[in-house]
């Protein structure tokens, strides 16, 4: 690997079925104030999954879920040490004290993360005027691996909440007076006289049951 490869995502984790619905798994950022007054970004927070929501479509669920798990492996020893040369490589050595200590730290930085992800962070450093630290990479890699992971989690709930689902379509629904026949429908009328009339109320399974034999 050289220092100029651009990293991407494994094969076989492009994240085709995650970007079919990002919009359903990320946050959306919006423009707002703090409390001087001063323009901050905000990020909307990921809606809850209950029964009125709209949910992903089973398979492309899994399939998002098979993606993000396998985006959130961890980079291997020599992606992380190409991008934490690559990082260091922009600045002259006159600010480095120990070079060597320094990737080696940097590196360790980096294997925390997805490659892709340490990509995009390694890219948005190198406006810096100074070398950046190990603090300022991780301060660029924690959000983007924090979104990555907030995605996974929403995708998860959209699977349990069709299981969930699933599981309540499959309980038999309670009887009501309208699913029975007009036969049982006068049993179950003359139960409740007699029970008005002062008799001992029998179960209704016992009632109906004379009809249904």
């Known amino acids: 690997m050289t220092g100029n490869e651009i990293i991407t995502p494994a094969e076989g984790s492009k994240l085709e079925a995650f970007r079919c619905h990002e919009g359903e798994l990320t946050t959306w950022e ?23 929501t709209r949910l992903i479509p089973e398979t492309e669920c899994r399939a998002i879920i098979a993606e993000l798990e396998a985006a959130l492996t961890p980079a291997h020893y020599d992606q992380a040490r190409t991008l934490a ?12 004290i120990d070079p060597d200590i320094f990737v080696v730290e940097m590196t360790r930085v980096f294997a925390e993360a997805p490659a892709d992800l340490g990509q995009q962070a390694a890219d948005a450093l190198r406006f810096l005027r100074f070398l950046p630290n ?27 909440e069709h299981q969930r689902r699933k599981a309540e379509t499959a309980k038999p ?3 009501t007076y309208q699913d029975l026949t007009p036969a049982e429908r006068k049993a179950f009328d003359g139960e409740i006289q007699r029970v008005k009339r002062g008799g001992q109320p029998r179960p209704i399974a016992e009632v109906l049951g004379r009809c249904r034999k």
């Open 173 to 175: 629904k309670p009887e």
């Open 30 to 52: 919006y423009e707002s104030t703090d409390e001087n007054g001063r323009p901050v970004t905000r990020l909307y927070p990921l809606p809850p999954i209950d029964r009125y």
């Open 134 to 160: 190990v603090g300022d990479v991780k301060a660029a890699l924690d959000p983007l691996v924090d979104e990555r992971r907030a995605a996974l989690n929403q995708a998860r709930r959209h699977l349990a």
């Open 85 to 96: 040369r690559t990082v260091i490589g922009r600045y002259p050595k006159r600010e480095l």
